[in-house]
């Protein structure tokens, strides 16, 4: 398992100024010295699309390489917000809401995957038992759903696929009122270092992942990644809880014999980035 950061292909270049970001960044202006391929805001008027973007393999020690397993991800942009609407983590969004349409902050499928159809559900949202099913039956998964229900969920997007090696990728992102309530989630049942609340089906064996890079965190996003300790069956889970403003974020990936790190990593990186 590695340490090294995740990072995906080369993203849209800038198409205007980039918004002052919260202070206490310095690695954050460290690596924009370095590159200007980071995750950026494009901002075009009220109604803006936003480049997402990685650093270039090259650039990061260890990285050099074209075999490292990363997958092939599209350029990534986030949706237009509607006229006058903050981004999710302005200091007048003082809620943390995402404007966007949360079906179109899904991170797409990487090149060469087969898309999981059963996740799109109904224009776009996913029926909550779809998501309630990743968990182990009975107590666990009673209890998520208790706990959904009291904390009023709005709706649940969702995003699956296959890719050629046999690792199954699932995404969620559930959205909730304010910001406060997906804390509180990532306080309760995403516990860093500790095992999950509530256990995922096939994966009782789910321990932190202390390997997970610590430089893919991104400010303001929560992240409490998790990877099936040995031994375990005929396939290996990983997966993270991503608390993301208003929304909460799952990303989950299974693969027989064992799932990789690094394509895990970054998954989890780029999907933060598009909630970001």
Same mark, same amino acid.
Request: net charge neutral.
């Given at each position: 398992?590695?340490?090294?950061?995740?990072?995906?292909?080369?993203? @849209?270049?800038?198409?205007?100024?980039?918004?002052?970001? @919260?202070?206490?960044?310095?690695?954050?202006?460290?690596?924009?010295?370095?590159?200007?391929?980071?995750?950026?805001?494009?901002?075009?008027?009220?109604?803006?699309?936003?480049?997402?973007?990685?650093?270039?393999?090259?650039?990061?020690?260890?990285?050099?390489?074209?075999?490292?397993?990363?997958?092939?991800?599209?350029?990534?942009?986030?949706?237009?917000?509607?006229?006058?609407?903050?981004?999710?983590?302005?200091?007048?969004?003082?809620?943390?809401?995402?404007?966007?349409?949360?079906?179109?902050?899904?991170?797409?499928?990487?090149?060469?995957?087969?898309?999981?159809?059963?996740?799109?559900?109904?224009?776009?949202?996913?029926?909550?038992?779809?998501?309630?099913?990743?968990?182990?039956?009975?107590?666990?998964?009673?209890?998520?759903?208790?706990?959904?229900?009291? #904390?009023?969920?709005?709706?649940?997007?969702?995003?699956?696929?296959?890719?050629?090696?046999?690792?199954?990728?699932?995404?969620?992102?559930?959205?909730? @009122?304010?910001?406060?309530?997906?804390?509180?989630?990532?306080?309760?049942?995403?516990?860093?270092?500790?095992?999950?609340?509530?256990?995922?089906?096939?994966?009782?064996?789910?321990?932190?992942?202390? #390997?997970?890079?610590?430089?893919?965190?991104?400010?303001?996003?929560?992240?409490?990644?998790?990877?099936?300790?040995?031994?375990?069956?005929?396939?290996?889970?990983?997966?993270?809880?991503?608390?993301?403003?208003?929304?909460?974020?799952?990303?989950?990936?299974?693969?027989?014999?064992?799932?990789?790190?690094?394509?895990?990593?970054?998954?989890?990186?780029?999907?933060?980035?598009?909630?970001?």
């Amino acid at each position: 398992m590695t340490d090294q950061q995740p990072t995906g292909p080369r993203q @849209a270049e800038d198409t205007g100024p980039a918004p002052a970001r @919260a202070p206490g960044r310095p690695l954050l202006r460290a690596v924009l010295r370095r590159t200007a391929a980071v995750a950026v805001f494009a901002a075009v008027g009220t109604a803006t699309a936003y480049g997402v973007t990685g650093m270039e393999r090259t650039d990061v020690p260890g990285l050099a390489t074209e075999s490292d397993g990363r997958w092939d991800y599209p350029v990534l942009v986030r949706p237009p917000l509607p006229s006058g609407s903050p981004a999710p983590f302005a200091e007048s969004n003082t809620a943390g809401s995402h404007h966007a349409d949360l079906r179109a902050l899904l991170l797409p499928a990487p090149a060469g995957a087969v898309e999981d159809k059963a996740l799109n559900g109904s224009d776009g949202w996913l029926d909550t038992e779809k998501y309630l099913a990743e968990y182990t039956g009975g107590y666990h998964r009673d209890t998520l759903r208790a706990e959904l229900r009291n #904390h009023a969920l709005r709706h649940v997007a969702a995003r699956g696929w296959t890719t050629p090696d046999g690792t199954r990728t699932r995404i969620y992102l559930l959205q909730f @009122a304010t910001g406060t309530v997906s804390e509180f989630l990532q306080a309760t049942d995403a516990v860093p270092f500790t095992s999950p609340t509530h256990e995922v089906r096939g994966a009782a064996g789910a321990v932190y992942d202390e #390997h997970f890079p610590p430089r893919a965190a991104l400010a303001g996003i929560k992240t409490s990644p998790y990877v099936e300790a040995k031994p375990y069956g005929a396939e290996q889970d990983r997966f993270a809880h991503i608390a993301a403003g208003d929304v909460y974020a799952v990303v989950f990936q299974s693969r027989r014999g064992s799932a990789a790190a690094v394509p895990f990593q970054q998954t989890v990186t780029l999907q933060s980035q598009l909630l970001g």
